[in-house]
């Protein structure tokens, strides 16, 4: 008789397991599942965002799929290509470049797949292809550089020579931080930009271009102009080993203000540093959720962001989260 009430009981705790297991199952169904289309890993800024991005989704209980591009378009195209297969709920990305995006979104809406991008914006005439735009005002970065290089240089005459490390050619941030610093400079002639080439945003592509820079011009250098803290790093190196101070002989101005940049502001070799997060996760899945509740969203969500000169960074860096 006892072993026959304890075969019920075995049975019965069995199939209340089963049933659980089954209703969690059901439940990772009812998850909103979001596929995100990174642009790379190309720098410390990009590491972070995408530690971001995936810590978010998983405090969020957001199911996320997602794929690195190696900064290659095709490649997210692809990758949002596999996501509208997937049937996805939302569909976010960091576009690496402003341009060729239509055909894609246009599938995306197609298929009734809302689309949410981060970091970088696109230039399409139908904005109706996304939802929102969530990331940092990247015209604004560059007239917060070219400001404070009008006040860092404003008891100097000139001529004050600009070296622009550009980021990736085509790309919003590239763009933008450009734009911004030529419109604050523009009716000040003594600013000249003499040499303007793209390092991708890498460290390796930096300290490639900033060599190049220094056989051509030498000590007609005045001002580096880093579009991002890697690019800034590897023409400090690339300075160091032609024997010029940076920060000293040459002044540094750099772009995201991640930990490297701060650690080479302590050192004195980067003399101020635009802050641009990619801390932009929790945005995204609160976006995401409105989103699938069918809340309306504003068409751009403008991350809060300033600017840390060298004098500040000691004292500012334990604080910093990237
Ligand atoms: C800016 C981001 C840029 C960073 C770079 O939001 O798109 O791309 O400035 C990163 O570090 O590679």
Request: with cysteine; hydrophobic share 40%; aromatic share 6%.
């Amino acid at each position: 008789m006892r072993h026959a009430r304890r075969a019920a009981i075995g049975a019965l705790l069995g199939s209340a397991l089963l049933l659980g297991a089954s209703l969690t199952a059901h439940a990772d169904d009812t998850k909103i599942t979001l596929g995100f289309s990174q642009v790379g890993a190309e720098s410390a800024w990009r590491t972070a965002n995408t530690v971001s991005v995936k810590s978010a989704a998983k405090d969020a209980g957001i199911n996320l799929k997602f794929s690195d591009a190696q900064q290659k378009q095709e490649n997210q195209i692809k990758a949002i290509r596999s996501y509208i297969a997937q049937k996805v709920d939302v569909i976010a990305f960091s576009p690496v470049v402003e341009s060729g995006w239509e055909p894609v979104l246009i599938e995306a809406k197609n298929a009734n797949i809302p689309v949410i991008l981060t970091d970088r914006n696109i230039d399409v005439k139908d904005t109706s292809l996304y939802v929102t735009m969530i990331g940092s005002d990247f015209l604004e970065e560059g007239r917060r550089g070219g400001k404070w290089l009008e006040d860092h240089y404003k008891n100097d005459a000139g001529p004050i020579n600009i070296a622009e490390l550009q980021g990736t050619v085509g790309s919003a941030p590239a763009n933008d931080r450009r734009a911004g610093l030529l419109e604050v400079i523009k009716n000040d002639p003594k600013f000249k930009v003499i040499a303007s080439q793209s390092g991708d945003f890498t460290l390796a592509g930096g300290k490639q271009v900033m060599e190049a820079f220094i056989k051509t011009y030498g000590k007609q250098i005045n001002v580096v102009y880093a579009h991002n803290d890697d690019m800034a790093l590897g023409a400090i190196q690339a300075m160091e080993e032609a024997g010029i101070k940076p920060g000293k002989d040459v002044t540094v101005i750099s772009f995201d203000a991640t930990k490297g940049g701060f650690e080479a502001m302590v050192a004195g070799k980067i003399n101020v540093d635009v802050e641009c997060s990619p801390l932009l996760g929790p945005q995204l899945m609160t976006a995401v959720k409105e989103v699938v509740a069918g809340k309306s969203l504003p068409k751009r969500i403008v991350t809060e962001e300033t600017i840390f000169p060298m004098s500040v960074a000691a004292q500012v860096l334990p604080q910093r989260k990237y």
